[in-house]
Nanobody
Framework: QVQLVESGGGLVQAGGSLRLSCAAS????????AGWFRQAPGKEREFVAA????????SYADSVKGRFTISRDNAKNTLYLQMNSLKPEDTAVYYC????????????????????WGQGTQVTVSS
């Protein structure tokens, strides 16, 4: 199995940028598909972005398309989420996740598709 630890969250003004990292340990990270999700207070966890094992395929929620970029460095066992042009509505706890089956173009946005989760990192965007 794989253990995931997020970092890079914080407080930023609207229009600013943050880069989240997710360090993976355990089994080789390159064998997992991966994604980012977020959860705001009182709301369900929602999909943000997903990436294939090699990094060649990415998908995004409409709400972040054009502003966020998911990437991975398998040599460093690390997943990233570059967040630009942040908005107050992006405020949430951000979670990285990994799945054993790899990228699936039907299920990639589903919470249930992911097998492993990090503990989350808080992102707060002030107006």
């Amino acid at each position: 199995q794989v253990q995931l630890v997020e970092s890079g969250g914080g407080l930023v003004q609207a229009g600013g940028s943050l880069r989240l990292s997710c360090a993976a340990s355990g089994r080789t990270f390159s064998t997992y598909g991966a994604g980012w999700f977020r959860q705001a207070p009182g709301k369900e966890r929602e999909f943000v972005a997903a990436i294939s094992r090699s990094g060649g395929i990415t998908s995004y929620a409409d709400s972040v398309k054009g502003r966020f970029t998911i990437s991975r460095d398998n040599a460093k066992n690390t997943l990233y989420l570059q967040m630009n042009s942040l908005k107050p509505e992006d405020t949430a706890v951000y979670y990285c996740a990994a799945n054993k089956a790899g990228y699936n173009n039907v299920y990639y946005s589903m919470v249930q598709y992911y097998d492993y989760w990090g503990q989350g990192t808080q992102v707060t965007v002030s107006s």
